[in-house]
């Protein structure tokens, strides 16, 4: 067995299949649900095992949650997403990233890569588009599975179902929900997707995952103020330590743990160093007029093994979003 490599360079990418994989009746039938990454990923392994499956997307296109305004509208991507781990480390095993993509892709160009993984080892044409799973249910040793599609609904039985149909289209409030009233708009990360929403507006963001920075950083540029609340400490890591992604600086795993919480220290507390990148805007693909900013270079965390956490609060100008209730009060 091969070993995966920890970085995906261009040197693992699989030569492209030219010559269509014939399914095996003999192996059990598969029904995957869903065409965002993981449901892409299980449909490229049937098929090159020639196991016969069915994969149904909901959508119109694969990608799933990296695709902004996805028709499936489900998808949670906001115009400034870039991914927060480096693209080697994103990427599936046997397919890198494009050479020229930044070192953290920006959301259009993970929606393109995932496009372009599912047209390089040609399945495309074994994904069933806006066709919605509705039902699955146990039959003898199988699976009974309804879906909806353009003619209607109709039932099919399959050994095995797959079930990739992400879980961050369905926004977690909180609960029990805050007490006492609040007369402003309030919105869930899921809803955010550019600027103009909070633009003059007094904000406060909710939260400190990796939404609740994003969207803080927008908001410190685009509203009249800008507030984040966190109910907890957090460690923010910078994307760039030493001039590099830094989560391609790895140590060795025999090391102490000390020797790696040193690191991760060092990675929230080193200057910003990211080389300047040519920014496109998420959306249009356009280059902007500035390079990137420092600012927009962090990862949220909690270092395991440390007991302590340091408050962050003086890092909300590097920022990030909330999955909870973003609170945004109108003017
Ligand atoms: C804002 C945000 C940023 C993120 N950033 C990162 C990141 O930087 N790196 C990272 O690794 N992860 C990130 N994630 C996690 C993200 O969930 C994964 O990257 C990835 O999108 C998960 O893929 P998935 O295929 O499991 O789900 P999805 O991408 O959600 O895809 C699920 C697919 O299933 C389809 N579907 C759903 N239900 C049905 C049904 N009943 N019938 C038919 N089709 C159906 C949907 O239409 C969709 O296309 C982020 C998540 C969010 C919300
Ligand atoms: N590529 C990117 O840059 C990017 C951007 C956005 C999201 N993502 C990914 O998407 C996933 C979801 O991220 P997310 O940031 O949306 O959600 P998340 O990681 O679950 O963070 C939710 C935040 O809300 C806080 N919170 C939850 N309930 C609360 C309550 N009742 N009151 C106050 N605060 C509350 C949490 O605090 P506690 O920690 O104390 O619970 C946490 O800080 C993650 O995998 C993330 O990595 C990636």
Redesign the pocket.
Known sequence: MSRMSYLVKEKHRAPARRTPVAPDPALPRTCVIGAGSSGIAAAKALYEAAIPFECYEAGTVVGGNWVYDNPNGRS?CYDT????TSCPRMAFSDFPMPADYPP?AMHHQVAAYFAAYVEHFGFGDRITFSTTVDHVARSGNGWLVTVTGPDGQRTEEFDAVIVANGH?WDA?W??PA?PGTFAGEQIH??DYRTADQLAGRDVVV?????????ISVVAAEHARTATL????G?WVLRKFLLGKPSDQISLPAWLPWWVTAARLRLGAFSPATSPSWDCRSRRTGRASRTPCSPRASG??S?PAGSRRSRQSSGSTAIG??????PACPPT
């Open positions: 949670a997403l870039e991914i927060n953290y961050h977690r909180p609960e805050y990360a899921h909710v939260g400190s995952g990796n939404s609740a920075l994003d609340s966190q109910r907890r957090q990862t949220r909690s990030w979003c909330s999955s909870t209730a």
